[in-house]
């Protein structure tokens, strides 16, 4: 079975070359690589000339910038093969990870295979592992479950995918935060098949300057944009009656997040309180942690607790993170 890796790449030289590396150097032979070039204006063209010229399964495709949602579907659009595994231009391969990929869908013949992946810094140092539970099966309602509920990790990249499923997603292209759940909750809608190899198979490189990792304001509205997009779309097309603590989970974990980052609680509270209702955030704690509820408890009551439990909690994480 023939697997393209997609690679959307925007100004991406200081990266790029990692990323083929990782490529090229894949235990599993039978593969393509196609790099989305997303109107780079650095050395990203000529870096990608130069593999493609020295390897004939490498080769590119040239759009305008329209950002990483745009450039994603363009790769599925122009893929060749009935499978495909996304790449972002900063991350890398395990050596062996279209081969581990392909030995689960071997074994599986699903549509969609999960597997897990590194979190590292740049200087390569391991942050954590990730860890897909799959507490309640593989059916699409156990896997929405799953990732709903922070379960399963929701990137779309590193996993084995059936090209057709991702076509069939349109995920809006102004969301810059949070893309890849709306797509996997595109994917689950279909009601594929699902299974997952036990191996990590790609190294997710969390930089400074990466869009998880900026607090800014802008970032504060990309997250609310995701928040609302999930609570239309959720609701819309699964059985939300089964779902209702999964999805406000997701939720209030975002919710802690848009704080985190300096987010204006004033307008999160409707959701906020929609979320909990009358049983309170804490019966949330084994899911979020209990700090992350203390400190949504504490903005609800007092904008003043918020910011000083939010600034102790950051100061924490700061020096835990340098460490």
């Known amino acids: 079975m023939r697997v393209t890796i997609v690679i959307p790449a925007y100004n991406a030289a200081k990266f790029l070359g990692i990323a083929l590396d990782s490529c090229v150097a894949q235990t599993y032979k039978d593969i393509e690589v196609l790099i989305i070039n997303d109107g780079s204006t650095d050395s990203t063209a000529e870096i990608i000339d130069d593999y493609s010229n020295k390897y004939s399964y490498i080769w590119s495709v040239f759009q305008e910038n329209r950002g990483l949602v745009e450039a994603r579907k363009t790769g599925a659009r122009y893929t060749r093969t009935e499978y495909m595994v996304f790449l972002d231009a900063d991350d890398y391969l395990e050596p062996d990870a279209i081969e581990r990929l392909v030995e689960g869908y071997d074994s599986s013949q699903a549509d969609f295979i999960f597997s897990n992946f590194f979190t590292e810094k740049e200087n390569g140092e391991l942050l954590f592992l990730s860890n897909n539970q799959f507490e309640e099966g593989f059916f699409p309602e156990g896997v929405l479950k799953a990732v709903l509920s922070k379960k399963v990790f929701p990137p779309i990249w590193g996993r084995l995918m059936k090209t057709e499923l991702f076509k069939q997603t349109d995920t809006p292209s102004n969301l810059t935060i949070g893309e890849d759940v709306a797509a996997l909750l595109q994917i689950i809608n279909q009601r594929p098949s699902f299974s997952e190899v036990n191996a ?124």
């Open 200 to 323: 990590y198979t790609l190294h997710y490189i969390q930089r400074e300057g990466s869009m998880v990792n900026n607090r800014t304001t802008k970032n504060q509205t990309q997250r609310l944009l995701l928040v609302n997009w999930v609570l239309d779309y959720v609701p819309n097309h699964f059985d939300y009656l089964g779902i209702e603590d999964d999805l406000n989970i997701f939720i209030l974990s975002e919710l802690f997040t848009y704080l985190r980052d300096g987010g204006d609680f004033n307008k999160i509270s409707q959701i906020y309180e929609n979320c909990i209702s009358k049983k309170g955030v804490m019966r949330y704690a084994s899911s979020i942690g209990r700090k992350r509820c203390i400190m949504l408890l504490f903005f609800s009551k007092s904008k003043f607790l918020g910011k000083l439990y939010l600034a102790i909690y950051n100061a924490i994480r700061i020096l835990s993170y340098k460490n």
